[in-house]
């Protein structure tokens, strides 16, 4: 029979045997649990940042197209010098101009008429994060639109 110090010694065998079983890895463990939770989160914030530099570009891009318009000379360059308004401003937000479609509208028959007001809109497909584009794949996370109206000039 085991006298009280023997049996505490056995005890506290038995308690340092059983604390190094439940013994773990807890950077393993957490460092698993971070990987898993901060993936999507980060993706996340890919995507939304995507959609609000699109939405930042659209609106930059609509306005400065229809404010290149109303002041262009004639109607023959007015189209044009949207166009390059459009791909310049789409090149300052980091887009290509591909993922933008612009349409033009006037309220008068001829185009740019004094007193008249131009409208354009602008819609930008916003792609998936990280998905590789060339494989003909068509997928976009939103597409925004933004519209501008500018009056043109009474007295040129």
Do not use: K, N
């Not at 937000?93 to 008249?116: F, I, K, M, N, T």
């Amino acid at each position: 029979m085991p006298t009280g110090t023997e049996a505490g010694a056995e005890a506290g065998t038995e308690r340092a045997l059983d604390a190094r079983g439940e013994e773990g890895s807890a950077t393993v463990e957490f460092v698993l649990l971070a990987t898993l939770l901060l993936i999507p989160v980060i993706y996340f914030l890919m995507l939304t940042s995507q959609i609000q530099s699109a939405a930042y570009a659209s609106v930059a891009a609509a306005d400065q197209a229809a404010q290149a318009m109303v002041t262009a000379p004639d109607p023959s360059s007015a189209a044009s010098r949207a166009d390059a308004v459009v791909a310049l401003t789409l090149g300052d937000y980091g887009l290509h101009p591909s993922v933008a479609q612009s349409s033009v509208s006037c309220s008068a028959s001829p185009c740019l008429e004094p007193g008249s007001s131009v409208s354009v809109e602008i819609s930008i497909r916003v792609p998936v994060p990280l998905l590789p584009q060339g494989l003909g794949w068509d997928a976009a996370a939103a597409t925004v639109t933004s519209t501008s109206q500018q009056p043109v000039p009474r007295f040129g």
